[in-house]
């Protein structure tokens, strides 16, 4: 076999890089052969092809040379027109005729002004010349676009008004006599019309963009238009010169009425030829105008659907952000424009939604709204599509919003979709800020390059975990986040005092309710941020602690100074605790109705001392407005107790009757500066919250087993590492299985593992990565120990592998695959003696053909759960906020459709957050992930919201800086008696901000339908009951209603048991007597009673015991709210629920030693919610 290697040449050294562009002078000597390629056949008639009609910017030339030479010859009628006087001759010298002493004669017609005209050389010349250039043009053109079939050339229209038109100018060339024969010149319109649009289709390849059909077609219409009028004009005067004799503006006057079907009758043609024009001309309308027509209205209704384009010079002289959605909803579009139109500098902009389907009907209708048709412009178009993106101007956009579909059933592809389209908008437009909206979390680090990341199961379970230890955390987060519609009105509390004028929230501030009146104003504050050195504020405090700026300034302007960030750092530290010394340069984040630079000061000096005169303290029923210090002694005796004291000394209780000797107590006040010898650091290894007595066997046994780390293995990438307590060992996965016994334990049920603190079990239908962030904040280090819950994982399928490695380093986290629709599931899980039942909404409910019926299946789970465990705090999560109205739903509760009128009057007046007067919104009970969209909406003016709220559910954790807990006001506490006194007492001892007040008030409600069912003897036993409780004291907080208040009750309860006695049959003596027993025995009973006997007979069933279960423990007739940042005067009450940020333990330990107790309340063991430590 021959080499084919050693057959082929090497190229000679001299075949360089500059021969290939100068070409090889020697190649002739080689014996190669040179070989040139062609795109196109190498012929004449290709080379014609190529640079008429294939190329396009040469084609476009040509095609606007035409056009130029079609409105020339029209021009030139009209010269000739103007210039041609019928009256003067005929135009043909050689006849010898003369008109000028013809009268027109009815029923006559002298066809010589119509075929004759009279055309001047030089206009002569002009039309030759224009007529030969143009049929050289078209017979070229015919025989370059020929192909195979010359009939389908000649029989064009184009083609055959070519000829009419040029043609005969040809033939007066050879044959003079016809040169002032008339030539229907105006004709060439069509073709003019013909070339435009040739010429458009041109310029838009010339240029690489693609055409607009609405344009294309509006001018198709109106050059038809045109032609048509132009063609009537000129053919009217034409014909009419054996006629009246019109002028051409004669002869417009009378198209322009005829075709507007005015038809005065001034002007009417006289011959036949003329009224047989009219008439064609008017069918050839009725029949091209209403197809012209119909086209245009067709492309118009597609072009409503898709949106059209953005103009580019709007996005250059006007700001406007893009909103991608894969489907847009109207409660989606409303919460969008609600929030990012609420701030006031964000008036100006427009918004321009790309979203791929079609508009609906309830989107149109509100895009239709002046309000929001002057600013948001929908266009229907994909996010991938460069075209599409060029139609919102993405490059232009000063920000675009991605949001995920959360009503997918498929939620990992919804993510997909999100990731390419951030993909997409960034690779378009670099610059362009990102706000996008993920679903799972393991789906985050493909977008981290955007600009701010809002990851929904992330919030979700962190919130839903820190509802478990910090009551109504989710509604708290939800009303920071939203931005309220205010009104502009003084704050009482510090209008005398201080003069500043702020905005208040107007939520529910015609209510007659108290509690909504309280709940709505403070429901206006939010996070605003401010440099110190710019701030009225906090200016003073230059060089001072970050407690004593805190509390100094909420005591004097009413702000709640909650986080700062040094300029040189992107980290913001909420309350870095009293080590923490302000910086000019430092930018602080605060709590108020209002941001600093909307607010009014006023010096009111004498005012104010007389104000403060007057504020004397008369009683117990009368407290000053700010009680801080009583005596300078007092304050003396305080400083000196400064330092570390034992538990006993730590307590917020009465001091001494001996060494108080009857003065009122006072609190210690905030150091300017911390004192470093009472801030001990801190030993990481220990546990900051263990009591100093003694410890018990099992918690020294606790403390061996649980160590204090990092989780080692994290369920998804981006995570934020989190100091928990962990186990030493992790457990084998079948330990972890609640309901089933391994070789390591026997336990099948919740029960029999003997618990001491109560169960959180959370109901979820799979064990997704995000309920990893639900475990970790449960589990920080800052919890303490004997405080930790067991969780209780009830999941409708099996987690797999990869998410049980990730928690069997956690202590006391179990899972038991079940339902929350199985009541056996329910009572082995342990729900009879669970703190807190978290309900998480099902991804398979998100397929209801309609949307609201999404949360119809959790709704009415709830609602089971509720009635046959009413002891049991539910925390249920939802997908529409709209549906919180059917929790705990009571069809004929008077006070319950008080609410919904009150939710209806707030939407009325344009409240973001008509909802939120809703019990169990208010308590904390639902939560719906929509709420928290705002967030990232509001993100845009604010791009330290995200940052905040991860700080505060525990998502983040920040070296030095302070996490979210709360503490319970008990009656040891009540001495405090003010939210200022509390303030003060907190930033003195350990360094904590409280932001607000969780409050439950006995509801004192007319008896709803379903309580009226109760038997005579229980209400008796009710009564006495309450006779004796009302003995004890009047609190706000008691849970249960006095039913002697409702006569009512008894008298209809008597004649129920009457009426039924009434209605027994009769049987025999023994036989009656026996059924009627049972019978007075089963009417005896109320549904409350049957329900907890449908309990218990399960429980025993199921072997478990019924000891445990509360079957009369109703919490239904209380209401519970916050109160965010409230005013320094707001009392205290019994069983209040304050929301601290606690400094960061890892930093230092407050003044209370290196191991503190939990003093400040009394039911350790019977509250499991995280309390303050002082």
Not at 364 to 379: E, F
Not at 840 to 857: C, G, L, Q, R
């Amino acid at each position: 076999m021959v080499d084919l290697d050693s057959e082929v040449p090497p190229l000679p050294p001299r075949y360089r890089f500059r021969d290939l562009l100068l070409g090889d002078q020697g190649w002739q000597s080689d014996d190669r052969v040179q070989v040139e390629f062609y795109m196109n056949e190498n012929t004449f008639k290709e080379r014609l092809k190529l640079f008429f009609i294939k190329n396009q910017r040469s084609s476009l030339r040509i095609r606007l040379f035409n056009f130029s030479l079609k409105l020339l010859s029209c021009f030139l009628y009209i010269v000739r027109v103007l210039l041609d006087d019928p009256t003067q001759g005929l135009g043909c010298k050689e006849l010898n005729r003369s008109c000028s002493n013809q009268n027109y004669t009815p029923g006559t017609i002298d066809w010589s002004p119509i075929i004759w005209v009279n055309r001047s050389l030089p206009l002569w010349g002009l039309q030759v010349s224009v007529a030969v250039i143009s049929l050289f043009e078209t017979l070229l053109l015919s025989y370059l676009s020929y192909k195979g079939n010359i009939w389908e050339q000649i029989l064009r229209i184009p083609f055959l008004l070519e000829i009419i038109n040029a043609v005969p100018f040809i033939i007066t060339i050879f044959w003079p006599v016809l040169r002032n024969l008339f030539i229907p010149v105006f004709l060439n319109c069509w073709l003019a019309k013909h070339a435009l649009e040739n010429m458009i289709n041109d310029l838009h390849r010339a240029i690489q963009r693609t055409q607009s059909a609405m344009f294309n077609q509006v001018l198709i219409l109106i050059s038809t238009l045109l032609c048509l009028i132009f063609t009537c004009i000129c053919g009217i005067q034409h014909l009419e010169r054996a006629g009246n004799r019109l002028t051409l503006f004669d002869s417009l006057y009378f198209c322009i009425v005829t075709f507007s079907t005015v038809g005065f009758g001034d002007v009417t043609p006289k011959i036949w030829p003329s009224k047989l024009l009219v008439v064609i001309m008017i069918c050839v309308a009725l029949v091209v105008l209403p197809i012209q027509f119909e086209q245009l209205a067709y492309l118009w209704m597609e072009r409503q659907k898709s949106g059209g384009n953005y103009s580019r010079y709007r996005a250059q002289t006007e700001k406007h952000v893009v909103l991608c959605v894969s489907s847009l909803k109207i409660d989606l579009l409303m919460d969008f424009l609600n929030e990012f139109y609420a701030h006031p500098r964000l008036q100006d902009y427009y918004v321009v939604i790309l979203c791929p389907t079609e508009m609906d009907a309830q989107v149109r209708r509100v895009l239709q709204i002046p309000m929001w048709s002057q600013r948001v412009i929908y266009l229907q178009g994909s996010a991938l599509k460069d075209q599409d993106l060029l139609r919102a101007k993405m490059d232009n956009a000063e920000a675009c919003f991605i949001l995920s579909s959360r009503c997918e059933v498929d939620r990992t592809a919804a993510d997909h979709q999100t990731i390419l389209r951030a993909w997409a908008v960034k690779d378009f437009a670099p610059n362009c800020p990102l706000y996008v909206q993920i679903l799972k979390p393991e789906n985050k680090f493909h977008i981290k390059f955007a600009d701010h990341v809002v990851c929904e199961e992330e919030f979700k379970y962190a919130m839903l975990a820190l509802n478990c230890i910090c009551p109504a955390t989710s509604t708290l987060i939800t009303l920071l986040v939203h931005t309220s519609r205010g009104h502009t009105a003084p704050w009482e509390a510090f209008r005398q005092l201080t003069g500043t004028k702020q905005t208040l929230n107007r939520e529910s501030q015609q209510s007659p309710e108290q509690w909504q009146k309280m709940y709505g104003r403070c429901s206006g504050n939010e996070v605003y941020h401010i440099k110190l050195e710019e701030s009225t504020f906090f200016a003073e405090y230059e060089g001072k602690s970050f407690t004593y700026a805190s509390f100094h300034a909420h005591k004097k302007f009413g702000v709640c100074l909650i986080g700062v960030r040094k300029e040189d750092n992107k980290n913001i530290l909420l309350n870095p605790g009293p080590r923490y010394i302000m910086s000019s340069t430092d930018i602080c984040f605060y709590i108020n109705i209002t941001k600093e630079e909307n607010s009014a000061f006023k010096k009111q000096e004498k005012h104010r001392k007389n104000h403060e005169s007057k504020l004397s303290y008369h009683g117990a029923s009368r407290l000053p407005v700010h009680s801080i210090i009583a005596s300078m002694g007092t304050v003396a005796i305080d400083l000196q107790d400064t330092g570390c004291r034992g538990a006993s000394g730590a307590t917020l209780a009465l001091p001494a009757e001996g060494s108080r000797e009857g003065r009122r107590p006072s609190i210690a006040p905030v150091l300017e500066v911390a004192d470093s010898s009472s801030l001990p650091a801190c030993d990481l290894l220990s546990d900051q919250s263990e009591d100093e007595t003694t410890p018990s066997d099992d918690e020294v046994s606790a403390a061996f087993e649980y160590a204090k780390g990092y989780p080692p293995y994290s369920p998804y990438i981006g995570s934020s590492p989190t100091f928990c307590h962990l186990l030493h060992e992790k457990v084998p996965f079948c330990c972890l299985r609640l309901d089933k016994g391994c070789q390591h334990n026997y336990y099948e049920d919740a029960k029999a593992y003997g618990f001491k603190n109560k169960l959180i079990i959370v109901a979820a239908e799979t064990a997704g990565n995000g309920l990893y962030n639900f475990i970790v904040p449960l589990r920080a280090y800052y919890r303490p120990k004997k405080e930790l819950n067991p969780i209780v994982l009830l999941l409708d399928n099996p987690p797999d592998m990869h998410f049980l490695d990730a928690i069997c380093w956690f202590p006391m986290v179990y899972y038991m695959v079940g339902s929350i629709d199985n009541l056996d599931d329910l009572l082995r899980c342990g729900v009879t003696f669970a703190a807190n039942m978290v309900v998480v909404d099902k991804e398979s409910t998100m397929s209801a053909e309609e949307d609201y019926m999404a949360d119809a299946k959790t709704i009415v789970n709830v609602q089971t759960l509720f009635r046959l465990f009413s002891s049991l705090s539910i925390i249920t999560e939802l997908t529409h906020p709209a549906n919180m109205r059917f929790m705990q739903f009571r069809a004929k509760d008077c006070y319950s459709l008080a609410l919904s009128k009150l939710e209806k009057k707030e939407r009325e007046k344009g409240s973001n957050l008509a909802f939120m007067f809703r019990l169990p919104f208010a308590a904390g009970r639902v939560f719906s992930i929509s709420m928290l969209d705002t967030l990232l909406y509001q993100s845009f003016v604010k791009d330290y919201m995200i940052s905040i709220t991860r700080l505060l559910l525990g998502l983040d954790t920040t070296p030095g800086s302070g996490f979210l807990c709360s503490m319970k006001i008990t009656e040891e506490d009540l001495w405090i008696r003010t939210y200022a006194r509390l303030y003060q007492k907190l930033c003195s001892s350990t360094g904590d901000i409280p932001i607000g007040v969780y409050r439950t008030e006995s509801q004192k409600l007319t008896t709803s339908e379903s309580q009226i069912s109760i038997s005579v003897e229980e209400w008796e036993d009710t009564k006495d009951t309450k006779d004796q409780f009302s003995c004890r004291g009047n609190h706000r907080n008691s849970t249960s209603s006095d039913q002697s208040d409702h006569p009512l009750l008894r008298r209809k309860s008597m004649q129920w048991a009457r009426r039924l006695s009434r209605r027994a049959p009769r049987h025999s003596a023994k036989t009656a007597e026996k059924i009627n027993q049972q019978r007075m025995n089963l009417y005896r009973r109320s549904e409350r009673q049957e329900l907890a006997e449908l309990v218990k007979n399960r429980m025993k069933h199921l072997g478990l015991s019924p000891a445990g279960y509360d079957e009369m423990n109703d919490h239904q007739n209380t209401l519970s709210y916050i109160l965010i940042n409230p005013s320094p005067d707001t009392r205290l009450e019994l069983n209040d629920i304050v929301y601290l940020i606690r400094p960061d333990p890892l930093t230092y330990v407050p003044n209370a030693g290196p191991s503190r107790k939990n003093s400040f309340c009394n039911t350790v063991g019977q509250d499991t919610r995280e309390e303050t430590q002082l």
